[in-house]
């Protein structure tokens, strides 16, 4: 069984940084492409950043691309996004997602697992 557990998230000021964490286990991950969402409730979730696990391909959405970095460490199963220059408009839970597979995809209905979420709050 897959499980994904997000961390990381927090309270922080605007122009902030941040690091979430999300351990993946029950699996090999070689076949995979992980990914990370953020959903604001009332609104859809939002594709945020994907990476392929063995070819190490990532993709950003533009919206953050400038500010945000998705990384991965095979040795831990752990999957990372480095978040910069935090504004407020970020603020969202953040979601760990993972699919069998090598196409980066940014359509959640695709992925197979998620993990819970943690809370990304950014102050003004």
């Known amino acids: 069984q897959v499980q994904l557990v997000e961390s990381g998230g927090g309270l922080v000021q605007a122009g902030g940084s941040l690091r979430l964490s999300c351990a993946a286990s029950g699996h090999s991950f070689s076949n995979y492409v992980m990914a990370w969402f953020r959903q604001v409730p009332g609104k859809e979730r939002e594709f945020v950043a994907n990476?392929?696990?063995?070819?190490?391909?990532?993709y950003v959405a533009d919206s953050v691309k400038d500010r945000f970095t998705i990384s991965g460490d095979n040795a831990k199963n752990t999957l990372y996004l480095q978040m910069n220059s935090l504004q407020p408009e970020d603020t969202a839970v953040y979601y760990c997602?993972?699919?069998?597979?090598?196409?980066?995809?940014?359509?959640?209905?695709?992925?197979?697992?998620w993990g819970q979420g943690t809370q990304v709050t950014v102050s003004s």
């Open positions: 997602a993972a699919r069998i597979g090598i196409r980066l995809t940014k359509v959640g209905g695709d992925y197979d697992y």
């Open positions: 990476i392929g696990w063995s070819a190490g391909s990532t």
